[in-house]
């Protein structure tokens, strides 16, 4: 008896992970892009919560000017500057919680799409990011 239930348990534990993934409805587009000896990853997520639709967008350089200021657009907007720190690495967050869903369940708003632009920039220079949905 002893032994059912530690293999009941343990199947219990291990399917639970892939439970998880298969209710979650996040829409996810992420890109890269390299140059200048510098990578940078981008991700935009749409999470339903409760009726609404929260956005995050998340951005890292990494191999990048030490200690430099650089600019953040996306999809067009200008959404602000991420400071790279001693070793060239640099994160840009955003997050806008609670936003309507449209009829397709989208955010009803400004929002990324396929295809968008996630671009960091110092000067002239810079590094575009185009988005591609995650399967």
Same mark, same amino acid.
């Given at each position: 008896?002893? *032994?059912?239930?530690?293999?009941?348990?343990?199947?219990? @534990?291990?399917?639970?992970?892939?439970?998880?993934?298969?209710?979650?409805? !996040?829409?996810?587009?992420?890109?890269?892009?390299?140059?200048?000896?510098?990578?940078?990853?981008?991700?935009?997520?749409?999470?339903?919560?409760?009726?609404?639709? !929260?956005?995050?967008?998340?951005?890292? @350089?990494?191999?990048?000017?030490?200690?430099?200021?650089?600019?953040?657009?996306?999809?067009?907007? *200008? @959404?602000?500057?991420?400071?790279?720190?001693?070793?060239? *690495?640099?994160?840009?967050?955003?997050?806008?919680?609670?936003?309507?869903? !449209?009829?397709?369940? *989208?955010?009803?708003?400004?929002?990324?799409?396929?295809?968008?632009?996630?671009?960091?920039?110092?000067?002239?220079?810079?590094?575009?990011?185009?988005?591609?949905?995650?399967?």
């Amino acid at each position: 008896m002893k *032994r059912i239930l530690s293999f009941l348990s343990m199947i219990f @534990l291990l399917t639970l992970p892939v439970a998880g993934m298969l209710n979650n409805n !996040d829409l996810i587009w992420e890109g890269t892009a390299a140059g200048f000896g510098a990578n940078m990853k981008a991700k935009y997520k749409e999470s339903p919560e409760n009726g609404l639709i !929260d956005q995050t967008l998340e951005v890292e @350089l990494q191999n990048a000017p030490r200690n430099t200021q650089v600019l953040v657009t996306a999809g067009g907007y *200008r @959404l602000g500057t991420l400071t790279t720190d001693n070793t060239g *690495r640099g994160i840009f967050r955003v997050d806008i919680l609670g936003q309507q869903p !449209d009829g397709n369940g *989208r955010v009803n708003g400004p929002r990324l799409e396929t295809g968008d632009i996630v671009r960091l920039s110092v000067g002239g220079s810079g590094l575009n990011a185009v988005l591609n949905p995650v399967p």
